[in-house]
Nanobody, 130 residues
Framework: QVHVVESGGGLVQAGGSLTLSCSAS????????MGWFRQAPGKEREGVIC????????YYLDSVKGRFTISRDNAKNTLTLLMESLKPEDTAIYYC???????????????????????WGQGTQVTISS
């Protein structure tokens, strides 16, 4: 059974930092592409950043470059998102998503599209006050 669980959200003042964590089980984490998405009120879910099995990261939002850092610990099946210099426009529900490697492929790439991810967490609320 697959489990994807985010934690670490909360209320922070603008300019502050937050670290989100995602704990996963039930699939081969080490070979999966792992992504963070977010959904602000009244907006569609959007891809933020992804990390592949080689720990190479891909940003999907220019607005978070230089402020957000993604990392993974394959020994602990954990994904982390360090968010710094937070802005009110970062307020959203943040979701962890997993894209496991299909057995017939050597690897799986990151994707900005939510439909490419098989497993999702329940989301964690991040609120940035001005």
């Amino acid at each position: 059974q697959v489990h994807v669980v985010e934690s670490g959200g909360g209320l922070v003042q603008a300019g502050g930092s937050l670290t989100l964590s995602c704990s996963a089980s039930g699939f081969t984490f080490a070979s999966a592409a792992m992504g963070w998405f977010r959904q602000a009120p009244g907006k569609e879910r959007e891809g933020v950043i992804c990390i592949n099995w080689l720990s190479e990261s891909t940003y999907y939002l220019d607005s978070v470059k230089g402020r957000f850092t993604i990392s993974r610990d394959n020994a602990k099946n954990t994904l982390t998102l360090l968010m710094e210099s937070l802005k009110p426009e970062d307020t959203a529900i943040y979701y962890c998503a997993a894209r496991p490697r299909p057995p017939i492929y050597q690897s799986v790439a990151c994707s900005r599209y939510s439909s490419d991810y098989n497993y999702w967490g329940q989301g964690t609320q991040v609120t940035i006050s001005s």
